[in-house]
């Protein structure tokens, strides 16, 4: 995509997401072509979408969709697709002895087909397993952010076709490609809290002048804009070296700079941001959940550091 | 010259001539030593060319994008062929010349200092003028031709070894604070400069004060209009903050190799080591992004204080977990790799202090970056 097309398709997802929410986002992304992109750049698709979702605290099925594209099963559309368990970032499902156990998580669309996708571990392969919906036990979880349309999803001895196996590697690339979107996603929500705080700070006055005057909440904003920085550097850089230890990389530090938003910006909009009249609390939710899908940032960040401490090898860096 | 082309020529003539370029001293070795070695890997890099691309043709450059310099600094520092603090000198003075100083003079000092010929010296901060940089009152009076300089500099790196100085003056009224300020090139060795060396906390003469008893200095030595300081100021450390600490990050990553190499695996602990590596390869990402905006002819700004943030928290990053796996080493170690690991991590404890503070760098983001308007 050039820079013109992009700025378009940006415009267009941008109003998707402030008019839409859950199903209906869904059908928006439909109408206006996300998934081609998706197929055709999806860099750009990816960043521009799950950035703007996060700036708006909009939920949709997109993260499923990113998990399917990346697992190569782009024919599969009919089917809803399982994500990794509550904080975890290995497969939903394994099958031990033949048998199928799941725990995983969907998001706004699961259940709402027949069928699902669910890649399962066996024994050292992963192969990616067609199941009935109705085989699987749903629970639509309220929780901290009801609004992302959270399904935890369960099963035990569930039955299932093989629709493929995986490459060694394809798993482990397809989480990779997931927590770049969920990267963005924090970043964009990261960015909206960041807006709030700062326009309140520049509204609200105390001792005679607004309290964007004090320097502790001047630093404060200011650390959470190096937060976030921070993690969209790593985020485009990832993109460009492709490789799934970057992406976890990204992940942590989006997570990271996301919470510590959610932490600073609290504190500048003291009492109006505890209230429910002011929407900085779905970003707090949002950012409070995202940060758990596919492996939190200190999760993240611990892998790294042991497989470090046994490699001995730091990768190398990005050339320049 | 494109990259990739410098790339693979440059890795290759570094390769043949390792035996020249390797130091002559052991260990981290004494300031002076480090400063011989500085100058030799200048000047045999200037004479093969490759300490040329990057700079305009005008200033003996050959051209090209600054990313052929950039690879230039991070390929010696990978190597351990310089010491990455005073190489950064030339990325920070240079372009300063390059911007504000007359034609001829940039022509005829600019390839001295690449060349490493000559040292250059950056006199800004006073005894009491650190921060707030626009208080400063070192003064510079015109009589006839000269600028007639008296008072105090300090902090000032390397300024013993310095030629020259790019310096600081103040030659308006001494309320005119950032309108009253000019720039000059000045050299070191004009009869009223005297220059006393002072020992940091790492082991080293690395700065001085300079003290200027009506030093005279040509008016054709002004770096911009009398009166312009300010802007070459403001011009000059956004590279201190972002370009020229590219080499720095490869330095970074280099040590933490060699931290990974030796350290017992129950002194690291396992999240402060993920922290410290994601932290490294963002700001890895963030300078690469800066190093290409600069390249496509942008000018640098505010935005680069995130770049000096993020530097400077991932150098004691680094240097924390040094303490903590190496804590043996760093502390009672007498060996020259013991004390190479102790001398740089007392020096990490500079490095949310020079350049600007973590505090000016973190004031600058609230005021430029996120308008948040005075605070006051
Ligand atoms: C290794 C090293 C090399 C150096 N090399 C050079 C050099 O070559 N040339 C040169 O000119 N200078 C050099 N310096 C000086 C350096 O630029 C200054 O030390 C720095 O600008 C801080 O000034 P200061 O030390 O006077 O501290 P001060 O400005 O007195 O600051 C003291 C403390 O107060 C805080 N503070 C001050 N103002 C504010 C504010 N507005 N808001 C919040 N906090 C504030 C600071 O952040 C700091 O924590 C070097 C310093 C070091 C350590």
């Given at each position: 995509?050039?820079?013109?097309?992009?700025e378009?398709?940006?415009?267009?997802?941008?109003?998707a997401?402030r008019?839409?929410t859950g199903?209906?986002?869904?059908?928006?992304l439909?109408?206006?072509g996300w998934?081609?992109?998706?197929?055709?750049?999806?860099?750009?698709?990816v960043s521009?979408?799950?950035?703007?979702q996060?700036?708006?605290?909009?939920?949709?099925?997109?993260?499923?969709?990113v998990?399917?594209?990346?697992l190569?099963?782009?024919g599969h559309?009919?089917?809803?697709?399982?994500?990794p368990?509550?904080?975890?970032?290995?497969?939903?499902?394994?099958?031990?002895?033949?048998s199928?156990s799941?725990?995983?998580?969907g998001i706004v669309?699961m259940?709402?087909?027949?069928?699902?996708?669910?890649?399962?571990?066996?024994?050292?392969?992963?192969?990616?397993?067609?199941?009935?919906?109705a085989?699987?036990v749903?629970?639509?979880?309220?929780?901290?952010d009801p609004?992302?349309g959270?399904?935890?999803?369960?099963?035990?001895?569930v039955?299932?076709?093989?629709?493929t196996?995986?490459?060694?590697?394809?798993?482990?690339?397809?989480?990779?490609?997931?927590?770049?979107?969920?990267?963005?996603?924090?970043v964009?929500?990261?960015?909206t809290?960041?807006?709030l705080?700062?326009?309140?700070?520049?509204?609200r006055?105390?001792?005679g002048?607004p309290?964007s005057?004090?320097?502790?909440?001047?630093?404060?904003?200011?650390?959470?804009?190096?937060g976030?920085?921070?993690a969209?550097?790593?985020?485009?850089?990832a993109?460009?070296d492709?490789?799934?230890?970057?992406?976890?990389?990204?992940k942590?530090l989006a997570?990271?700079?996301?919470?510590?938003?959610?932490?600073?910006?609290?504190?500048?909009?003291?009492?109006?941001?505890?209230?429910?009249?002011?929407?900085f609390?779905?970003y707090?939710?949002r950012?409070f959940?995202l940060?758990?899908?596919?492996?939190t940032?200190?999760?993240?960040?611990g892998e790294?550091?042991?497989?470090l401490?046994?490699?001995?090898q730091?990768m190398?860096?990005p050339?320049l | 010259?494109?990259?990739?082309?410098y790339?693979?020529s440059l890795?290759d003539?570094?390769?043949?001539?390792?035996?020249?370029?390797t130091?002559?001293?052991?260990?981290?070795g004494?300031?002076?030593d480090?400063?011989a070695?500085?100058?030799k890997?200048k000047?045999?890099?200037?004479?093969?060319?490759?300490?040329?691309?990057?700079?305009?043709e005008r200033v003996?450059g050959?051209?090209?994008?600054?990313?052929?310099?950039?690879?230039?600094?991070?390929?010696?520092?990978s190597?351990?062929?310089v010491?990455?603090?005073i190489?950064?000198?030339?990325?920070?003075l240079?372009?300063?010349?390059i911007?504000?100083?007359p034609?001829?003079?940039?022509a005829?000092?600019?390839?001295?200092?690449l060349?490493?010929?000559?040292?250059w010296?950056?006199g800004?901060?006073?005894?009491?003028t650190?921060s707030?940089?626009?208080?400063?009152?070192c003064?510079a009076t015109?009589?006839?031709?000269?600028w007639?300089?008296s008072?105090q500099k300090v902090?000032?790196?390397?300024?013993?070894?310095?030629?020259?100085?790019?310096?600081?003056?103040?030659?308006?009224?001494?309320?005119?604070?950032?309108?009253?300020?000019?720039?000059?090139?000045?050299?070191?060795g004009?009869?009223?400069?005297?220059?006393r060396?002072?020992?940091?906390?790492?082991?080293?003469?690395?700065?001085?004060?300079?003290?200027?008893?009506?030093?005279?200095?040509?008016?054709?030595?002004?770096l911009?209009?009398?009166?312009q300081g300010?802007?070459?100021a403001?011009?000059?450390?956004?590279?201190?903050?972002?370009?020229a600490?590219?080499?720095?990050?490869?330095?970074?990553?280099r040590?933490?190799?060699s931290?990974?190499?030796?350290a017992?695996?129950?002194?690291?602990?396992?999240?402060?080591l993920?922290?410290?590596?994601?932290?490294?390869y963002?700001l890895?990402?963030?300078?690469?992004?800066?190093?290409?905006?600069?390249?496509?002819?942008?000018?640098?700004?505010?935005e680069t204080?995130?770049?000096?943030?993020?530097?400077?928290?991932?150098?004691?990053?680094?240097f924390?977990l040094v303490g903590a796996?190496?804590?043996?080493?760093?502390?009672?170690?007498?060996?020259?790799?013991?004390?190479r690991?102790?001398r740089?991590?007392?020096?990490?404890?500079a490095?949310t202090?020079y350049?600007?503070?973590a505090?000016?760098?973190?004031?600058?983001?609230?005021?430029?970056l996120?308008?948040?308007?005075?605070?006051?």
């Amino acid at each position: 995509m050039d820079a013109a097309d992009r700025e378009i398709f940006k415009a267009s997802l941008l109003h998707a997401v402030r008019g839409h929410t859950g199903s209906a986002l869904d059908a928006a992304l439909d109408d206006l072509g996300w998934h081609e992109a998706l197929t055709l750049d999806a860099e750009t698709a990816v960043s521009l979408l799950f950035e703007v979702q996060g700036t708006a605290s909009a939920s949709s099925s997109a993260i499923g969709e990113v998990l399917r594209f990346a697992l190569g099963l782009d024919g599969h559309h009919k089917s809803d697709v399982v994500l990794p368990a509550f904080g975890r970032w290995e497969t939903p499902g394994k099958i031990v002895d033949g048998s199928l156990s799941v725990r995983g998580l969907g998001i706004v669309s699961m259940g709402d087909r027949p069928r699902t996708l669910i890649a399962a571990t066996v024994n050292d392969m992963v192969a990616v397993l067609d199941v009935m919906a109705a085989d699987l036990v749903l629970r639509h979880v309220g929780g901290v952010d009801p609004r992302l349309g959270l399904v935890q999803v369960v099963g035990d001895g569930v039955p299932f076709n093989v629709l493929t196996e995986l490459e060694p590697t394809g798993w482990s690339t397809a989480v990779g490609v997931s927590q770049l979107a969920l990267g963005h996603e924090l970043v964009g929500a990261a960015r909206t809290m960041l807006e709030l705080a700062r326009q309140h700070a520049l509204a609200r006055i105390q001792f005679g002048k607004p309290i964007s005057a004090f320097q502790s909440i001047r630093h404060r904003l200011a650390d959470t804009l190096v937060g976030i920085e921070t993690a969209e550097s790593m985020l485009r850089a990832a993109w460009v070296d492709q490789s799934p230890v970057t992406a976890g990389m990204a992940k942590a530090l989006a997570g990271r700079g996301a919470r510590a938003a959610a932490r600073h910006c609290q504190q500048v909009l003291a009492g109006i941001g505890f209230t429910t009249e002011h929407s900085f609390h779905h970003y707090v939710r949002r950012v409070f959940v995202l940060d758990q899908l596919f492996g939190t940032a200190s999760a993240l960040t611990g892998e790294l550091g042991n497989q470090l401490l046994s490699s001995r090898q730091l990768m190398a860096m990005p050339p320049l | 010259m494109e990259l990739d082309e410098y790339r693979a020529s440059l890795d290759d003539w570094l390769e043949r001539n390792t035996h020249v370029l390797t130091p002559d001293h052991d260990g981290i070795g004494t300031l002076d030593d480090q400063m011989a070695q500085l100058s030799k890997v200048k000047r045999l890099a200037f004479e093969a060319g490759w300490m040329r691309w990057g700079w305009p043709e005008r200033v003996g450059g050959l051209g090209g994008s600054i990313l052929l310099r950039a690879y230039l600094g991070e390929a010696l520092t990978s190597r351990d062929l310089v010491e990455p603090g005073i190489y950064s000198m030339t990325e920070v003075l240079a372009p300063t010349m390059i911007d504000y100083a007359p034609l001829d003079l940039a022509a005829s000092m600019v390839p001295k200092l690449l060349s490493g010929e000559e040292t250059w010296c950056q006199g800004f901060s006073e005894p009491a003028t650190g921060s707030n940089l626009a208080a400063l009152s070192c003064r510079a009076t015109r009589d006839g031709d000269v600028w007639r300089i008296s008072g105090q500099k300090v902090w000032t790196s390397l300024a013993q070894y310095a030629d020259r100085c790019v310096l600081l003056t103040r030659t308006g009224s001494s309320e005119s604070a950032h309108t009253g300020i000019t720039a000059l090139f000045v050299d070191m060795g004009s009869p009223g400069i005297t220059v006393r060396p002072i020992e940091t906390m790492h082991g080293v003469p690395e700065f001085s004060e300079v003290f200027f008893d009506d030093v005279a200095v040509p008016l054709d030595r002004t770096l911009g209009e009398e009166g312009q300081g300010w802007s070459v100021a403001m011009d000059l450390l956004p590279f201190e903050r972002s370009t020229a600490l590219w080499h720095r990050v490869a330095y970074l990553h280099r040590r933490l190799q060699s931290l990974l190499d030796v350290a017992p695996a129950h002194l690291l602990d396992s999240v402060a080591l993920g922290e410290v590596t994601q932290l490294l390869y963002a700001l890895r990402a963030r300078s690469r992004a800066t190093q290409y905006r600069v390249a496509a002819g942008e000018k640098l700004g505010p935005e680069t204080s995130i770049d000096k943030v993020l530097v400077a928290s991932a150098e004691q990053a680094v240097f924390d977990l040094v303490g903590a796996g190496l804590g043996e080493e760093v502390i009672m170690g007498d060996d020259p790799s013991s004390d190479r690991w102790r001398r740089e991590y007392l020096y990490s404890r500079a490095a949310t202090i020079y350049g600007g503070t973590a505090e000016i760098q973190r004031n600058i983001i609230a005021r430029r970056l996120l308008d948040l308007g005075s605070d006051r």
